[in-house]
């Protein structure tokens, strides 16, 4: 088994600890355990972050686009060759099964990729002149050195879309990653480092999150920021960003309907999202959450959703056999009980599930509510976390859509219909960033990947990934005399 690493911060090329010394305390959540630490970036640090970004951006964006995409295909290649070292690792410092730290580290390497050749085709064009003898043209340009913003709830897949559509478009970047699973994203970014990118052009900071975010977003040399993470925060980074004039990706919250229609394949819809659900323990911001399934099936898909959820295998992530991991930290524990305690409070029903496993570790069984309404604060805020909200629904169209985009977030939906018209209605009638019909079709490399209202803005997937990381600029010249 991997040991765990003390994790430093990455600036200007070389590993470092903080200038005072400083470091803090990582925390296994299957034991509530310390296993290791990390450096705390200072202001020290977080100037030389800022100030290696801007000469690696000189570098990086004048290198010729094919040998920027040569080190990042070389990146990928180093990724997949340590996925069973760095595995383990992810495990032991957020939690999730190994298996699904497999799966996000050669996703991470399938994303590098995939950027690395896209980035080869961000192409400008040329505009037919009104006038002969004039030559019009569009011209994309990396936009400047990016601070980027990363949560833990997957430490690496989070940190490459931002790393990787940085460097494809020639962007340095600044990463503050999360204290929680910091070693992780520092594998990540060693491969980069270790694949030849050049000094400064990847930067790795953790320490305190409102400190380096005014810093850095405040700073003269950062001209983007990016971040994924809650609404609440990400409304506050964006406004100090608009403060600053900078350019802004915003991939925040959500509360994901789940639709199932009375004439839906009910054990498929089931098996399909008990598996979206539950992985990573509920914590994913495009987790199906609240389930509006149509009164003709409610009580049939409820009881076979809950037979499902039984089934889920709480424990250990490192251990054979296991489903579900514990949730990151003590916080998501006492979010998931205040939200619980309340719905059932005011009425609600607890299926299966419920309450905390074991007496250590941040174990929470696979939960299923059932009688909801909408006073209740878990069907207004997102618990992220592992629990299904049942909720029958109107066979009345206009009341069926309304009930599922009643919140103001849009970033992901799910729907289970029984026909293509049905499908094709939800398709233009339903408000989200992403809606997949019949099976779980969210997160690939040349998709989208993004929301709308208080889910944010921007994409950080498909060709679209790209376009905030450009500046467009127009070029027009009348030709010399022959």
Known sequence: MSQYPETLLFIDGQWIAASDGRFVDVVNPATEQVIGRVAHAGQPELAAAAAAAGRGFAVWSRMSVFDRYRIMRQAATLLRERV???????????GKPVAEARTELLAAADTIDWLAEEGRRAYGRLIPARAVGVTQAVIRTPVGPVAAFSPWNFPVNQVVRKVGAALATGCSIIVKAAEETPASPAALVRAFADAGVPAGVIGLVY???????????????????TFTGSTAVGKMLAALAGSHMKRATMELGGHGPAIVCADADLDRAATTLVAAKFRNAGQVCVSPTRFLVERPVFGRFVERFAELARKVQVGDGLQSGTTMGPLANVRRVDAMEALIGDATARGAEIVTGGQRVGNAGYFFAPTVLRDLTTEMRIMNEDPFGPVALMVPGSTRWPIACG?????PYGLAAYAFPGSGRTAARLRDEVRTGMLTVNHLGLGLPEVPFG????????SEGGTE??????????FSMRDYPA
Do not use: C, N, W
């Open 84 to 94: 069973e070292t760095v595995a383990p690792i992810m495990t032991m410092e957020q």
């Open 207 to 225: 320490g305190t999150p409102s400190e380096i975010s005014e810093t850095l977003i405040a700073h003269p040399a950062i001209r983007k920021v």
């Open 403 to 407: 009930r599922a985009t009643r919140l």
């Open 451 to 458: 929301g709308i209202g208080d889910s944010g803005y921007g």
């Open 465 to 474: 990934a790209l376009d905030a990381y450009l500046d467009t600029r127009f």
